[in-house]
């Protein structure tokens, strides 16, 4: 088992930076793939990026080159730099941990770029 919590959301201008994080407990943290996906109002869920043990990423095509994710196996965390927010970056951010069939999310955390 996997406990998943993140913080970080809140409300952003346009052009600003937040930076989620997603603390992990219960289980070998290393071993797992990590993932943020996203969730606006009345639209299904959304890979956003993804890093493998082996701190491998890999990005949506529409966050690439403003976020960033990042792992601290030392401190079972990983991060979501997000910069150069816009408006349709507003939506629940959710921490996902996978290994083999085994699949566990966070609870999640707002995030909203208005003006």
């Known amino acids: 088992q996997v406990q998943l919590v993140e913080s970080g959301g809140g409300l952003v201008q346009p052009g600003g930076s937040l930076r989620l994080s997603c603390a992990a407990s219960?289980?070998?943290?290393?071993?797992?793939?990590m993932n943020w996906y996203r969730q606006a109002p009345g639209k299904q869920r959304e890979l956003v990026a993804t890093?493998?043990?082996?701190?491998?990423?890999n990005y949506g095509d529409s966050v690439k080159g403003r976020l960033t994710i990042s792992r601290d196996n030392a401190k079972n965390t990983v991060a979501l730099q997000m910069n150069s927010l816009k408006p349709e970056d507003t939506a629940v951010y959710y921490c996902?941990?996978?290994?083999?069939?085994?699949?566990?999310w966070g609870q999640g955390t707002q995030v909203t770029v208005s003006s």
């Open positions: 219960g289980s070998i943290f290393r071993r797992y793939v």
């Open positions: 890093i493998t043990p082996g701190d491998r990423t």
């Open positions: 996902n941990a996978r290994s083999g069939i085994n699949s566990y």
